[in-house]
């Protein structure tokens, strides 16, 4: 009988195969006490399973560098978000002035990030958001020591307001919760689908987390768009699929979405989600050797198949990884290493990719149709799109 390994020995076997690669880690790392990195993430609500998918990738990594990057062990400090702004700052300053970590890695919900990136302009904490959009973060609030390995809200749905209009349709209507995530990717799919000839008759919104969809899909059944654009993730997202199709709307007006709305929740979505379209910078069946990789690991280490937020962590480790090997795990020549993520091309599942100079992703956004359990890669919306950083002065 073969025995499974539980992901704790999973991950070690990780770490055992990969210490030869880390002895090359550098003499001077030696001797350094351990990196300390704060993750602040969401562990319950909304968005729970999201901040665990980032923090196994974050620690897939880790492993495969044999438990240290660039010769550091790494220390751990974790603080549940809850994915609400209201406690952020005070969340984001336990790991400051508590913990006093060194890097910070956090968060999932924009309106808790852009909280956190306040505090680390004052404070200097490095910061790498594995998530959140909020568009500010890497435009007005941007800063030498903040650092993105997801996206910005805007990209996402830009690209699929190309998608859009490319099909064909002419009217849309948006629905999404009212905070800075929903608004700013409401506001990408509408730039590109008005440019593209297209008009967006009324965006719909609730306020996070609410799910009381009902009187917004009889809004949208009275008016009938051509289409319909959505934001929302995690158990909203299953929800909110789930309740479009049984209100019928599903046969008569096309749902599209950024890929939140499918990701890491098909297998709650069931029939309600087959044949959805969406736009994001991950897919299934990319079919690289380096995703191919990526998907096994990670699948063996914790008994799931990833998704688009298990890279981001992932590719969060990586970015810090690079920075630190370029000084040799000398955390305290800070713009030195910060340069050098800068400069990294990232080897990511997603597919390669480097950071613009306000240090969001420069990337391919692609096109996905949920078959089955998968968000299968069926295209490209758009190839390397780069956020326009509006209001960013570094
Ligand atoms: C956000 O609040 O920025 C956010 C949350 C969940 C997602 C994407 C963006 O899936």
Redesign the pocket.
């Known amino acids: 009988m073969t025995k499974i390994p539980a992901p704790q020995t999973a991950l070690h076997l990780l770490a055992v195969a990969a210490l030869t690669a880390s002895a090359a880690g550098s003499a001077l790392a030696q001797g350094q006490p351990p990196l300390k990195v704060g993750l602040m993430l969401p562990a319950t609500g909304t968005?729970a399973a999201?901040g665990t998918a980032i923090e196994n990738g974050f620690r897939l990594h880790v492993a495969e560098q044999g438990g240290k990057l660039a010769g550091r062990e790494i220390q751990y400090f974790k603080v549940d978000d809850e994915?609400d702004p209201a406690k952020a700052t005070d969340n984001v300053n336990k790991l400051i002035k508590r913990d006093n970590v060194d890097v910070i890695v956090g968060t999932?919900?924009?309106?808790?990030?852009l909280a956190m990136a306040r505090a680390v302009k004052e404070s200097k904490t490095l910061l790498i958001v594995p998530?959140?959009?909020?568009d500010a973060i890497t435009g007005p609030l941007c800063a030498p020591n903040i650092v993105r390995s997801?996206f910005s809200?805007w990209q996402p749905g830009y690209a699929t307001g190309v998608m859009a209009a490319q099909k064909g349709y002419k009217t849309a209507m948006t629905i999404t919760w009212n905070?800075?995530?929903g608004s700013e990717?409401v506001k990408g799919f509408a730039e590109a689908f008005e440019k593209g000839g297209g008009k967006v008759l009324q965006n719909l919104n609730l306020p996070f987390p609410n799910v009381e969809f009902q009187a917004l899909l009889t809004q949208i059944a009275s008016q009938k768009p051509d289409v319909v654009f959505a934001?929302f993730?995690?158990g909203g997202?299953v929800k909110f699929v789930k309740d479009y199709d049984a209100a019928g709307l599903k046969k008569s007006i096309p749902l599209m979405g950024?890929g939140?709305l499918t990701?890491g929740t098909l297998e709650a979505q069931g029939e309600s989600a087959q044949g959805l379209l969406t736009s994001l910078h991950y897919a299934d069946g990319l079919n690289t050797p380096r995703d191919k990789g990526f998907r096994s690991k990670y699948a063996v280490t914790y008994k799931l198949q990833p998704d688009?937020?298990a890279v981001q962590g992932y590719d969060a480790a990586q970015i810090l990884a690079g920075g630190l090997a370029a000084v040799k795990g000398d955390f305290s020549q800070r713009d030195a290493m910060v340069a050098a993520m800068r400069k990294m091309t990232v080897d990511s599942p997603r597919g390669k990719y480097t950071l613009s100079a306000a240090h969001n992703p420069v990337q391919d956004f692609y096109i996905r149709q949920v078959k089955g359990r998968e968000n299968v890669m069926t295209g490209i919306a758009v190839k390397v799109l780069p956020d326009p950083a509006r209001g960013c002065k570094m």
Not at 108 to 113: L, P, Y
Not at 131 to 134: F, K, L
């Open positions: 968005f999201l994915s999932v919900h924009s309106g808790v990030a998530n959140a959009g909020a997801s809200n905070y800075a995530a990717t934001f993730a995690g997202a950024s939140f990701d688009v937020y």
